[in-house]
């Protein structure tokens, strides 16, 4: 308690005139922003390929003697193979004898002695300006190289946009974790910049990234002067070279990172010893403000940093410091740099061809792909990206059954890459029946207890399938497998589209959300009624929105398809419900007669809501109406996850709960009416699908025979009130040869339109024009980088 109540007395002031220091900020971006498009002028990028057979390393120094002792020899052996290469040491005017050591023990190494400190970057600054090669590698003091790290990043800068081409970076310390990999990530979240290096084995390739290490990359010297080297606003350390990759970015360049050279970091070697942890954290804080007002230039996108800044800075200030928030000292010190750094996003500005999304985009490997690599408009194999949100195996619900279905058709037809999200790592185990048609399968498991969002616009559904890190492995998969094609299962994996120019991305809505939530209010009481109707109204905003930004889209049913383009006329080129809902009818036997008399059976996972609620109704409405009749009647529920025993009625024995089984054909083959007293949800059902092929006579409700017309007694009967519902199964019991008829015609129209050999086959010449269309119009687009 003392010591909170000693931060808040100490900084008190800084708390009141928080509000006025947020106001003379924005003032000040608001007024430059205004002059500068009044009187600034954009330069244009000077590319040009860089000479990549030589390099020179620049390491700045600064009362470092011990590590250059320790580090500097396997600098100097890397740099051995090739006489125009040079190693540049930059003294900060250190006072432990640094540069006579330095004359001494490596005559070899150039020494540039500083009269005084000018930071890592003024440091670096001028090592760059001395050097004599076109590629100027950066390392740290505290770095010891592989002997072969020099040629795989010349051979990084392969083309006139490359930027900087950074290392893989381990720790000395093989206990500590990789912190610190060289394989960065950035990104744009509550008003800030986030960073952090990823740690991904399989990325074993050189590979795009948000920024290259100050202490530990190879950099285009030309480029490098061209954006006035490291911002000497943000001395004495730290965020310099997150500030220069992102200028990078935004000027139309590429920054890279090569696995292949690797070094190996003390970590914090020098300003660790140096400088206490409080003073490292408020300079870091400080520096991310200035990042922010130096070269964030969308208005919406600063305005929502600058009330997140004073927000955070006020929380910090009531519940302690946090690296995830601003600081009123931060702020204050921020605010003192003002002149300086309004300079620098004035030059930034001027510097800029793309706009911050798309700077932010370019970076993520999904991205690049889209923007700097051709793909081809009509490749020999197309190579397809499966995104489910379920795992595939076994397939125990319906949705399961169309993805398992239609991945082993397709991976018959395309290099298919699978990305599943699974509850248990144990499941990984059943997918294994999908190595010979896939090339590549992924499995993430999926965290529960995502936050509830009060107040969110995004709908639970789509909230709790969040994941960062799925996020990266769909760019990752992208990138190593050059994907032509992604397929996305369920609207709630929607989120991860984007705004790609090249590659095609396809939608099968396995239900229309908005409307099977619409479809259950009538029956909740009122206050789940009023949370469902707050779900509804974010689904359908969501989907709504969300749509339009896939190039195809799939639905189960025509009827499917007519409630979504009555939102989205626009859309209609674009969807297709006769491509995804289907079964392998072959691998079903045929048995309109024989079975057993006076039995029905009721199918479906009970993970899907819609399942407990048709059964209970079945079961307290229809079931004791049936057994009046027919005494003998007996039911057989079959599913997975299924209530508990005592749960369910069982009728002195009439019921019977089977749960989960391995092979669902034989019951379709043995009982003698299927029931499917369905009262929610949207889309085609599975199961009936799979009864029709077996030839079991069926008994439906409207909605559960969704997408198969609305004649009773055509492919089955159909009935929504109880007594019709017991009465249309009795008819069955006793009209056998009417029962095998329907059971016919049904057989008919699904192995006709819902076979899943003819529809995979079409859903891959859908993907071959959907790219082709796509590839023609961003070839007749200008070619030139996002205009801002």
């Known amino acids: 308690m003392p010591a909170i109540l000693l931060r808040l007395i100490r900084l008190f002031p800084l708390a009141v005139l928080s509000p006025l220091l947020i106001l003379i900020a924005s003032l000040s971006l608001a007024i430059t922003d205004l002059l500068w498009k009044l009187l600034g002028r954009r330069r244009a990028p000077a590319n040009s390929r860089p000479d990549n057979t030589a390099a020179s390393v620049v390491i700045p120094n600064w009362n470092g003697r011990d590590l250059l002792e320790k580090y500097l020899p396997s600098v100097i052996a890397g740099m051995a193979g090739n006489p125009q290469n040079e190693v540049i040491v930059v003294d900060n005017g250190s006072t432990d004898g640094s540069a006579e050591f330095l004359a001494k023990a490596f005559p070899s190494v150039r020494v540039i002695a500083l009269p005084t400190n000018l930071g890592f970057g003024g440091g670096s600054n001028c090592g760059f300006q001395q050097a004599k090669n076109d590629i100027v590698i950066l390392l740290n003091s505290d770095m010891r190289v592989e002997p072969d790290l020099l040629q795989p990043l010349l051979d990084g800068f392969a083309d006139d946009k490359v930027f900087a081409v950074t290392c893989q970076i381990f720790f000395t310390d093989p206990a500590k974790a990789r912190e610190e990999t060289g394989l960065t990530q950035g990104w744009w979240s509550q008003g800030g910049l986030r960073v952090r290096h990823y740690d991904d084995g399989q990325v074993d390739q050189i590979y795009p990234c948000f920024y290259a290490g100050g202490g530990s990359s190879a950099f285009d010297r030309r480029k490098f002067l061209e954006l006035g080297g490291f911002d000497h606003a943000l001395r004495p350390f730290y965020l310099e070279d997150t500030d220069l990759g992102y200028l990078a970015w935004k000027r139309g360049w590429k920054v890279l990172y090569q696995p292949a050279s690797k070094v190996w970091h003390e970590h914090r070697g020098t300003i660790g010893k140096k400088f206490s942890r409080s003073y490292i954290d408020g300079i870091i804080g400080k520096n991310f403000l200035l990042f922010s007002w130096k070269n964030i230039h969308a208005p919406a996108r600063l305005a929502g940093h600058l009330f997140y800044t004073w927000a955070g800075a006020i929380l910090s200030y009531l519940a302690g410091h946090s690296p995830e928030r601003a600081s009123l000292t931060a702020l204050a010190r921020a605010t003192l740099q003002l002149p300086e750094i309004l300079r620098a996003r004035w030059s930034a500005r001027s510097l800029a061809i793309i706009d911050d999304a798309e700077a932010f985009r370019r970076p993520m490997a999904g991205y690049f ?65 999908l190595l010979d048609c896939t090339k590549s399968l992924e499995f993430i498991v999926r965290l529960e207890g995502q936050p509830k969002g009060i107040g969110a616009m995004t709908p639970f559904a789509v909230r709790e399938f969040h994941s960062q890190e799925l996020e990266w492995l769909i760019h990752r998969q992208i990138y190593n497998k050059g994907i032509d094609v992604a397929q996305i299962e369920y609207t709630n994996m929607g989120q991860y589209v984007g705004p790609y120019q090249q590659i095609a991305w396809t939608l099968f809505e396995h239900d229309i959300y908005f409307q099977s939530i619409a479809r259950g209010l009538s029956g909740m009481k009122p206050v789940r009624r009023l949370k469902a109707t707050m779900e509804y109204l974010r689904a359908l905003r969501y989907e709504i929105n969300l749509l339009p930004a896939f190039d195809e889209i799939q639905t189960c049913t025509a009827e499917n398809s007519r409630e979504l383009l009555s939102f989205l006329p626009a859309l209609r080129n674009r969807m297709h419900d006769n491509l995804r809902a289907g079964i392998h009818t072959s691998d079903y036997h045929f048995r309109p007669s024989g079975r057993t008399p006076k039995t029905m059976l009721f199918l479906g996972s009970f993970r899907h809501l819609p399942n407990h609620a048709a059964l209970s109704w079945f079961l307290a409405n229809v079931m004791p109406l049936v057994l009046r009749a027919e005494p003998d009647a007996k039911l057989i529920v079959i599913g997975s996850d299924p209530p508990p025993a005592h749960t369910i009625p069982t009728f002195n024995g009439s019921v019977e709960l089977r749960g989960f089984v391995e092979d669902i054909k034989q019951p379709l083959h043995d009982y003698a009416v299927f029931v499917c007293p369905i009262l929610s949800g949207s889309g085609m059902r599975v199961k009936l699908l799979e009864a029709f092929a077996a030839g079991i006579p069926t008994v439906s409700t409207r909605i559960g025979a969704e997408g198969f017309g609305d004649q009773d007694g055509r492919y089955c009967g159909l009935a929504d009130g109880p007594e019709e519902f017991a009465n249309k199964i009795i008819e069955l019991f006793h009209a056998p040869d009417r029962a095998e008829e329907m059971a016919r015609r049904a057989r008919d129209f699904v192995t006709t339109q819902r076979d899943m050999v003819v529809m995979t086959a079409e859903l891959e010449r859908v993907y071959r024009r959907t790219l082709a269309d796509k590839l023609t119009r961003a070839s007749s687009r200008s070619s030139s980088p996002q205009a801002l």
Do not use: K, W
């Open 369 to 433: 792909r889209d923007r700097f690599q051709t793909l081809q408009p009509h490749p020999e194999r197309l190579n397809v990206l499966f995104l489910s949100p379920y795992p595939i195996c076994p397939p125990i619900h319906g949705g399961g059954v169309f993805m398992y279905q239609t991945v082993q058709q397709l991976g018959r037809l395309t290099n298919l890459h699978i990305i599943a999200l699974i509850d248990d790592p144990n499941e990984m185990q059943a997918h294994s029946v």
